[in-house]
Each structure stands twice: as C-alpha cells, then as structure tokens.
C-alpha cells in the first residue's frame, strides 16, 4: 500500500509534500517492524527507534517503565530480554510480560498504551495471527494516540498484511562497522532497515546504528538514493547532520 | 499466671469426634501419627492407650506390637497451633496481654489484675473451670515471673501460686522446669544437677565456665534461671488481635444472574473503600466469599501490585475473576474482606490539574496479573553469579530492591535463549576461533568472531564434572551477531568431545 500503487495526481502531490524521516523526531505513535525471528535485530532497532524518541521528548534519562510485550513462539524462537544486554538507560525500567497466545499479548499491549506511567510499549509477535487484524491493529492505533504512549511492535518472521500502523519498517542485521581496537570483532550493531509504509514520510532505506547517545542513520549502498533536495551523497555524515 | 494443655492434640480430636472423656471413640486405646522419615510416629496418645503403655515417640509398629488393635489418626499440628492462637486471644479475659507457648501452653500477664476475680486463687479456679468447660485439660500457675509460672505448671505436683519473696520454693522442682533443650537437660543429669536448687547451690561462675559460649537462652542453664528468678529481663512475643476490613450484604432474594452480582460486588467494592479509608490503608489482597443458598461457598482472592482502594479498579478485576463462577440455586451472601492491608495515606485531587487519562502503573499491572497470571509480568533485576543463564532473575514487577550497578567487562547479548540450542561449528581444534556454523538447519559463515571468554563453573554450587565454557561473539556474512560457547576443553577429563552451543542474540 504505497503511495506508488496510487498512480494519481493527489498521491503525487502528497508523495512530493511529505519529508524524509530523519533520527531525532519525536516517533510517531504506532510503528510495525518486520524482522526475521533469527536475529535480534527488531528488538534491537525497536529499542533504538524507541530510545530515539524518548531522548527528543526529553524522558531517556526518567524513571518510567517501559513495557515489553512476546508471545510465546516469541520466546521461544528468539529468547527473552537479557538484562545486561539492555541499553544503560532502560536496564532498571524493563517490565517483562510473556503472553500464552496473541490474543493475551494484543490484551497486554493495549493495557500498557492505557497506562499513562510507561514511557512506551514494546510486543513482540510471531507470524501472522488471526487475532491481529486490521481491527485490532486499529485499536491499538487508536489508543497509543490517545494516551500518547508510543507502541513498537515487533512481527518476526511475519508477512506486510494489512495494518494502521503510522510507520512500518523492514529491517535485516547489517554488517557492523568494524571496531576501532579489535577490527576482527563484532562492532556496534547496525541494521539495515527499510520504511517502506508510513504517513507524513518518504519511503526510504538507510543503515541505523545506536552510538550511545544518538541513532545515525547513514545511507544504504543497495537502495537507489532518493534523497529529493538533499546533497546526494551525505559521505559518512549522517543524515541528522545535514 | 502459665496455662498447660498437656493432652491438646487429643482434646482437639476428641471435640471434633463429638465425645467425652472415656466415652464413645475415646474409650478404645488411639494415637495420633505423624509421618517420619522412619515410618509412622506416635504424637498423642488418649487414656486408654496410656493404660495399655503405649508411650509419645513410639514408632505406630512398636506401639501395635503392644496392642494390635490400636486405632490411629493423623496428627494436626498446623490446626493445634491456630487453636492455641486464638486460645491465646480468649485468655485475654484475665488479663491485657497474653502470648503463646508454642506448642501446647499460654501465657498471661495478669499484673495488678486478681482482684478483679476475687483474689489468685479464685482466679485460677475461675480459669481451670473456664477450660474444663471447654473441654480441655489444664494445669494452671500464677509467679512473678513467666520461667517461674512456667516451671510451676509443668513441674510442681501442689502449689500453684507463688509469691514474690518465695523463689526459694522453687528448689525442689526438677531441672526440667528450666525450658533447657533435650541435650543440656542430658548434660546437667550427668553432671549430677537433678534440681533447681542444685544449680543454685554451686555457684554462678562454675555453671558460667561450663556454658559460656552458649548464647541461646534455651542452652543456657543460667540465662534461665536468671529469667526464673527475674534476674534477666526476657521479652514475649504477645498475640494482638488484628481487625480484618469486611464487607458484607446478606441478599433477600438469592441471585443468579450475573448482572446483578456485579452490582453487590460494585456496592462491597465502594464499602470497602470507605472502610479502609477510615483506616488510612489500602488492600493488597482481597477475598471475596459468595455464600449460595446449598452451603457451598466460592471464595475468589484478588492480589494488587500496590495498596488500593480504588471501587471502580476492584469491581473491575473481580469481574474477571467471577466468569466462571456456578451461581447453583443463587448466592444468599456476599461478603468482601481485606486480610493483607497497607497504609495509604489519603490523596487531596488538586482541583488545579486536568483530570488525567490513562491508568497507573498498578492498576495496569493489576489487571494484567488477574488475566495472565503472577508469573507472566515480571521484572529482570541482576544476581550474583557469572553464569549468564543465572545473572538475572524475575521478580514482581513493582518490588523495590537494593540493587548493585552491574560490572560492565564484557558485553552481554539483548536476548538470551531460554534453552541453549546445540549447534554444529566447524572450528580448528583444540580451542581455534569458530569458523562456520549450523543453527536450525541453515548455515552461517563467521565473518568476524571476538573471544574466548572463559567462564569457569561455579565450583561451590556445582559437581566436579562441569564444564568450562568459552564464549565467542560472533557476526556472519550477513551480519547477524549471536553469542555462541564451547562446552568443555579436549582431554579435559570431563567428558568426551566438546560441544557448542548457541545461547544469546546481540541486536
């Protein structure tokens, strides 16, 4: 469902008047994440999209939990969260709650976007389960914007169905940039991640990785550059410096 | 003043059986049994059974042996404990203060207090009638001093008030009289200290070398009978009745329907906030009890993450917990009580803010544990161990802990593997980098890999045959960075090849 599919001179001039998502604005709302269940990449770029946003509103450094929601087949293909693996800032604030079915883990998720004392909330489904339909996916739109609790939520191994979320990403582990003392290391994780639906932005491809302090978003080599007024190659800048 | 229950287990048998002393059920020889590890033990034992010599502490095979046709019943220490415990508050009569002496004795503080009942002696025969009426045997005793009425009611044949000034009456009474442990009561015997008066009569410093590093009162003839003597001060441990919030409404017509029961919760739900408002607490557990017009009773308890008293939150969470509820021919009485109770001080809504959206944090964590379960909301806080599978455990999600901040050496994966997965590498051996990989039937080339980080087994928990783990992080030619180990070393005794194991995932 992009706007490409709607050949038509209005999508043209929405597709023309929307920005280019850049690191350092405030997420929106409800974002969908497509990652493989091999890889811990969704959960790592959901906690760095999530972070980001709560360093730009200000609250990375309180004290409010954060919620993260896996349903069963979650933990099992892909483990549960390891405390000391967490990003410094959400280590204490983690709350862990491991669903039987879907249907439990859209109960929880929805309670947590209720409850104005998270800071966001973070689930983590397998596939494509009837539960999660447009309905419900709308549900949960609805109450993330009326509560103001930013919703991530994960879909390992999962299909692009039909879905409200504002922002839906396509992300795949990158090879890391190397390390400064020890190139034959693993580096700072990075992910290939690709919007590839989303309202207000242009569709993009970029390579994210967490430095610490902020997300830096860099281009991606395989996507063709469409960076529309911006300098066509921003060399190893990022995109949040231009 | 002391009180002696000396046969409680039988007294409490024999009320449950409906009969008295020597009558019914009671005038066959029985005992009540415990299980051991040793076979089935003698606990109690009635008259009848004491008559034909059958003893507490025999095995139920000796005891048959003497009497084959013994009849037996388990005992019930549990139920005997929270006997005496109200016993306890019902011997307030005769004084302000009473506590247990567990397992079968009560005391009373009744300072100041007999003339009210026309003087002591009339005091402990108004509290042995009182007992005897409850049909429990009793001994009863009344000293200056808790040692001292205790010694006076287990020990002494006659005589079952001592005055100030009098100590020296308490001479002839056996060492038992004490509260010493089993195996000082040995020593003393042994030594030749059949008697208080002995112990009096050879002087504090032999007995304070003798027992000098034992701290424990009960080990310590001389820390008794200083307390017996009111030369110690000992603290008791009272029994404070405690009011429990309750709420009940006793229905004129029975209910069956589900509507209407939601509405007597929703009015329990408001009186009890009342309540505990008065109180300044809220509830951390509540119990609802549904009384139905056959007898049966339905009780549904409710556990909060944090104190509340909230009406509309805990109607809310009842709901949830009354969908299975079999309502039979109606439910005649609803009754709400708050067992566990915490302060909460009473909040002013500040007629300056907005009226917020959205629940607390509680209450979300409420809701979620009534549909989930305790066990599926937790919060991962650290412990101290190197094994990675044990350096963090799951509490409840709102329990405020010390915490240590985390030594921060090595980096850990986001997600740990529940179950480490066993995973075929190809590797130079003995102990080279790992090359390539097989995990869930697909294959990975490692591009880069960063170890060995050697974690050793933990030698005072474990068996000498664990194995050593050496841990790599490793990216493969796609980039994706999983945290592998290698189980044990070649030749290292403990087993044949090693094996490798895929335990976390790095972002």
Known sequence: ?242 | MAIWLPCLAIDRWRHSERCKAGEGADAAPLALIAETAHGPRIEAVNAAALAVGIRLGMLLADARSIHPRLAVRPADPEGDRAFLERLALWAQRWGPWSGMDAPDGLLVDVTAVAHLFGGEAAMLEEAQACMAARGLAARVAIAPTAGAAWALVHCARRRPILRSGEEALLDPLPVAGLRLAPEVLLVLRRLGLKRIGDLRGIGRDALQRRFRNRRDPAANPLIRLDQLLGLAAEPLLPVVAEEVPLAQRRLLEPIRHRELLDVVVADLAGDMARLLEGRGSGARRLELGLWRVDGDVAVRPLEFAAATRDPAHIARLFAAKLDDLDAGFGIELVRLRAPWCEALTIEQTDIETVETEGTTLAACIDRLTVRLGEAAVRRPVSHPSHIPERAQRWRPPLEVRASQEELAFNDRPLKLLDKPEEIAVLYATPDGTPQRFRWRGAVHDIVRAEGPERIAPEWWRERSTVRLRDYYRIEDDEGRRYWIWRHGLFGDGRGGDPQWFLQGLFA
């Not at chain 1, 419900?136 to 009326?146: N, T």
């Open chain 1, 1 to 242: 469902m992009t706007a490409q599919a709607f050949p038509s001179p209005f999508a043209a001039a929405v597709s023309a008047a929307a920005a280019h998502w850049r690191p350092g604005l405030v997420a929106d709302r409800h974002s969908e994440i497509f990652a493989p269940a091999a890889e811990a990449s969704g959960a790592g770029m959901a906690l760095s999209l999530a972070l980001d946003g709560l360093r730009a509103s200000g609250l990375a450094e309180g004290r409010r939990a954060i919620l993260w929601v896996q349903d069963r087949n979650a933990i099992r293909l892909g483990g549960r969260p390891c405390r000391a693996g967490l990003p410094a800032e959400l280590r204490a604030r983690l709350i862990h709650v491991a669903a039987q079915t879907p249907e439990d883990a859209l109960f929880a998720l929805e309670e947590g976007l209720r409850c104005r004392e998270l800071a966001c909330v973070i689930g983590e489904l397998t596939g494509n389960p009837k539960a999660l339909g447009l309905t419900a996916s709308r549900r949960l739109s609805l109450a993330a914007e009326r509560h103001g609790v930013p919703l991530f939520l994960i879909r390992l191994d999962a299909r692009r169905d039909l879905s409200s979320a504002r922002m839906r990403w396509e992300v795949h582990s990158s090879t890391s940039p190397p390390r400064r003392w020890n190139p034959a290391a693993p580096g700072t994780p990075s992910w290939r991640a690709e919007l590839f639906r989303a309202r207000g932005y242009r569709q993009g491809e970029w390579i994210l990785h967490d430095d610490g302090t902020r997300l830096v978003a860099g281009p991606s080599q395989g996507a063709a550059a469409d960076h529309g007024d911006l300098a066509a190659v921003p060399g190893d800048r990022s995109l949040a410096a231009l």
